[in-house]
Nanobody, 120 residues
C-alpha cells in the first residue's frame, strides 16, 4: 500500500519559515517525480514545486520562486519543501504528490494534505 505522509505544517507569522516533509512508503521512490501542490481557501489546487526523479532538476511556481526550495532524499524516500519569507497568500493545505516516471504507468499518488497558516 502506497503512502505519502506529510509533516511539518502549522501556524507561522508573516516573514517566518516552515519546512514540510513527505515520507513515501510502498513504492520505489526513485521511480517517481515528486511535487508539492497547495490549495488555498476558495482557490484551485496549484503546483508549487517539483523535482525530477533522475536529474533532480527543480521547478517552482512564480509566486514562490526565491522563497521556497524543494529537495529529496532518495535513501530515506523523502521530499522536503523549505518555505521562507512566508506571507498570508501562502496559507493553504499543502499536498505531496508522486508521479511515476513512465507516463504509460499512469501511477499517481497524493498525500492527505497538511495545513499551513500564515497569520500574525
Amino acid at each position: 500500500q502506497v503512502q505519502l505522509v506529510e509533516s511539518g505544517g502549522g501556524l507561522v507569522q508573516p516573514g517566518g519559515s516552515l519546512k514540510l516533509s513527505c515520507t513515501a512508503s510502498g513504492l520505489t521512490f526513485t521511480d517517481y517525480h515528486m511535487s508539492w501542490y497547495r490549495r488555498a481557501p476558495g482557490k484551485e489546487r496549484e503546483l508549487v514545486a517539483s523535482i525530477d526523479a533522475f536529474s533532480y532538476r527543480t521547478s517552482y511556481a512564480d509566486s514562490v520562486k526565491g522563497r521556497f526550495t524543494i529537495w529529496k532524499d532518495d535513501v530515506r524516500g523523502r521530499v522536503s519543501l523549505q518555505m521562507d519569507s512566508l506571507n498570508a497568500h501562502d496559507t493553504a493545505v499543502y499536498y505531496c504528490h508522486a508521479r511515476h516516471t513512465r507516463a504509460i504507468s499512469g501511477a499517481v499518488y497524493w498525500g492527505q494534505g497538511i495545513q499551513v497558516t500564515v497569520s500574525p
